[in-house]
């Protein structure tokens, strides 16, 4: 979120003088707890969503029943207790949050002064109950009109299917079927927020799209659903999520996101994934168990996937390409940190389908502590997909003894005319290093933080400006007494 | 300024070091020579602060303070430079990036400002214009792909920038051409102050030529065992570690 200040600035100047004004009480509405077609139709009814919509939702509930839980991931956790969660709650009133920034956490705090965040800023993430904040909305809704003038759409999914019936029925669960995975058919049953885009032919979207500006409080949504669709000839870049950890009740996080490319368009989708990810000694954490899908479809399409993963207690995340347009081009590159008791099998899929297809993938793992990082990968080139491309490297920094680093590749060349490169590399930050750091007077902590961004650089420089800078500090933070 | 009492020092369960004694003041330049595997590097890092070298009997102060007592980033922020034997890669940052925050650490430490990004481009671009350093390398990630002797001339173009009061190089002669040589034994010379001292550990008197020792020291067998003027590098040269009775193998 903080990340997203110097383009929250620039909205400010548009805007002119933003409004201050009262937070109102929200109605606190709750779902009863658990899953059954009573709480969908619940869910529905508060969206006011059409009927269609409520029959999409039962059909991937209905299916939902009859799936299993995968556990093909390298991952072991307490598999959540369906039944245990509140699928819908509206936020919670300013009574049950806390009074000011004395009340919360310390170790919170201190990482948002090291990531430099305001405290006008630090108690909107901390979830404080201040009664005068930036009114988020206001801003967004000049966002929003600068937006419409060049026709582009961007609002809550619950909004679009009210106003763009017509969109959604054609794009929702076209590249993420309903009955896609388990966590995915969960999503469709019960998602309840999330972002819609459609940036029309020809447009190049005027600004880097950022959820901040949609989301009026704080906490994320737990299984957010998000669209975007790039009209022929368009260009996006989408930033996902925030380099400061923010408050969040829920634990188990299951969103679907599903980008459609069509011909000759580009979309960049840039994620910073920083949620709780437990104690030193594995307690609590969230579980991010995600599913984010891109389909090429358009001639000369194009598709970036950039990802810097450092929360979460469990990761369970493969943004996929699927290269369908002759000439489209698929990339994926991610920076995974896990630290202390934290898991990621995260990885990404490229599917061949078009002639002349290309895929890059650069994934930089990085455990310390007792984590565990899997980087599982597929490349696939179908029967028709003549001339191909792909480049892999995976490369995994271990810190320390106790950590684990996995690479899983699965390659499917069903094309003889496939060119396919694949290149692994697995190293530590020597004693070395670490001492001709300190030498030149580095701390320990500057020095894992240079070493570590040094080893991301591919990734890191990949990520728009405003964000990098934040997510370069993240890293440091993430691996903090990790070494020493 | 610098002053060893007694120094023993264990790498991995083996004593390295068996009681040496050095004193080194302000102006000074002393040179240490040695055969392989005498324990000079261990020095060099024992001085530092490096992790895995237990001092296990001595003491080590500099400027009047227990550096023992030190972390090796506090001793470089006391003005501790070793310019290493063999330099260190640091894969995707740049020596730019690297030297840049090394500096403000060095700064911070001393509770000075922070250097204006401007002004360090400048001051960095004059430190390896004066060691003949083309300017590109500076934006190349730490050693990495760079020569032996282009590490080396790195070393001294950190050196330069971060102006320690007291320099230990480890063989910085060894790899270097024999232009280069001379271009480094500059940047030596111009850390030579009545303000300042340097350690040069080395195994030839070519460098000597140039970066003319008041003291020479011959360290064996985990001491000093014989210290004298630059004449005691010729000789050594002359006779080898032989003529002086001392055994090669010591360590
Ligand atoms: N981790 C270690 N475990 C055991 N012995 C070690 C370890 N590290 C260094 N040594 C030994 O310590 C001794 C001194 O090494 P040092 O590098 O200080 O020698 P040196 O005088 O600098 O030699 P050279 O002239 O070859 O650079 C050597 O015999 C070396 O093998
Ligand atoms: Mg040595």
């Not at chain 2, 990630?141 to 320690?164: C, I, T, W």
């Amino acid at each position: 979120m903080a990340s997203t200040l110097e383009t929250r600035q620039t909205v400010e100047e548009v805007a002119g003088d933003y409004k201050y004004g009262f937070v109102s009480d929200i109605e606190t509405v709750k779902a009863p707890k658990g899953l059954n077609e009573g709480v969908i139709r619940f869910i529905s009814a508060k969206k006011e969503e059409p009927e269609w919509l409520l029959d999409w939702r039962l059909k991937a509930y209905k299916k939902w029943l009859k799936m299993e839980e995968p556990d093909w991931a390298m991952l072991s956790y307490h598999k959540p207790d369906f039944q245990d969660i509140y699928y819908y709650a509206a936020p919670k009133s300013a009574d049950d949050r806390p009074k000011s920034l004395d009340e919360v956490d310390p170790e919170l705090l201190r990482v948002y002064e090291k990531l430099g965040i305001s405290l006008q800023e630090q108690e909107v993430l901390s979830g404080v109950a201040v009664d005068i904040v930036f009114d988020s909305v206001s801003v967004a809704t000049t966002f929003r009109e600068t937006l419409k003038e060049k026709g582009v759409i961007f609002c809550s999914i619950s909004e679009a299917a009210r106003d763009y019936p017509e969109l959604m029925k054609k794009y929702l669960g076209s590249v993420v079927p309903v009955a896609d995975n388990f966590y995915a058919a969960l999503n469709s049953a019960v998602f309840t927020d999330g972002t819609f885009v459609y940036i029309p032919k020809g447009v190049r979207c005027p600004m880097e799209l950022s959820t901040y500006f949609r989301i009026n409080e704080a906490n994320t949504g737990q299984f957010e659903r998000t669209i975007i669709i790039a009209d022929d000839d368009s260009y996006v870049s989408y930033l996902e999520g925030c380099t400061a950890p923010m408050r969040d009740e829920n634990q188990l996080h299951a969103a679907v996101v599903e980008i459609v490319v069509l011909e000759n368009a580009e979309v960049k989708y840039s994620t910073v994934q920083n949620w709780y990810p437990g104690d030193k000694d594995g307690k609590g954490g969230i579980y991010n168990f995600v599913t984010k899908r891109a389909a090429c479809r358009g001639t000369n399409s194009k598709v970036s996937w950039t990802q810097v993963e450092t929360g979460s207690a469990v990761t369970w995340k493969y943004p996929s390409c699927i290269l369908q347009g002759d000439g489209s081009v698929g990339e994926f590159y991610s920076v995974a940190i896990t630290n202390n008791y934290q898991q990621a099998d995260t990885g990404t899929k490229m599917i061949h389908i078009g002639k002349n297809t290309s895929s890059t993938i650069i994934s930089k793992g990085i455990s310390a502590g007792k984590a565990q990082n899997i980087y599982r990968g597929l490349v696939k080139v179908m029967p028709n997909a003549e001339n191909t491309r792909n480049f892999t490297q995976c490369d995994s920094l271990l810190i320390g003894d106790e950590c684990g680093a996995h690479t899983v590749p699965y390659i499917e060349a069903k094309n003889p005319t496939a060119q396919l490169e694949h290149e692994a590399t697995t190293s530590k930050i020597s004693d070395e290093q670490l001492f001709y750091c300190l030498q030149r007077g580095l701390d320990v902590e500057q020095s894992v933080t240079l070493i570590v961004n040094g080893f991301c650089k591919e990734v890191m420089q990949q990520l728009p400006m405003e964000f990098a800078v934040e997510a370069q500090k993240l890293l440091g933070i993430s691996l903090e007494g990790s070494v020493g | 300024m610098l002053e060893i009492k007694n120094l023993h020092v264990e790498v991995g369960g083996k004593e390295i070091l068996k009681g040496l004694n050095l004193t080194i003041n302000s102006g000074e330049v002393h040179a240490i020579m040695g055969p392989n595997g005498a324990g000079k590097s261990t020095l060099s890092y024992a001085i530092c602060g490096k992790d895995g070298y237990e001092i296990t009997d001595g003491t080590v102060t500099f400027n009047g303070k227990d550096l023992l007592e030190l972390e090796a980033n506090e001793r470089a922020g006391e003005g501790i430079f070793l310019g290493l034997q063999y330099p260190v890669e640091i894969p995707g940052v740049s020596n730019l990036n690297f030297l840049k925050a090394a500096l403000n650490s060095l700064r911070k430490y001393r509770g000075e400002e922070e250097i204006a990004a401007v002004d360090f481009l400048k001051l960095i671009r004059a430190k390896a214009a004066e060691l003949e350093m083309d300017p590109e390398m500076l934006k190349r990630a730490v050693n990495v792909g760079f020569s032996g002797g282009e590490k080396k001339r790195n070393e001294m173009v950190q050196m330069a920038l971060l102006d320690p009061i007291f320099s230990v190089l480890d063989e910085t002669d060894s790899g270097l051409d024999i232009d280069a040589l001379r271009i480094v034994a500059d940047g030596i010379n111009r850390m030579r102050s009545p303000k300042k001292a340097i350690l040069v550990i080395t195994h030839y008197q070519r460098l000597l030529d140039y970066v003319v020792p008041d003291f020479v020291h011959v360290l064996a067998d985990g001491k000093i065992v014989k210290s004298g003027d630059k004449s005691l590098a010729i000789k050594l040269e002359q006779d080898g570690y032989s003529g002086l009775g001392i055994n090669e193998t010591a360590a």
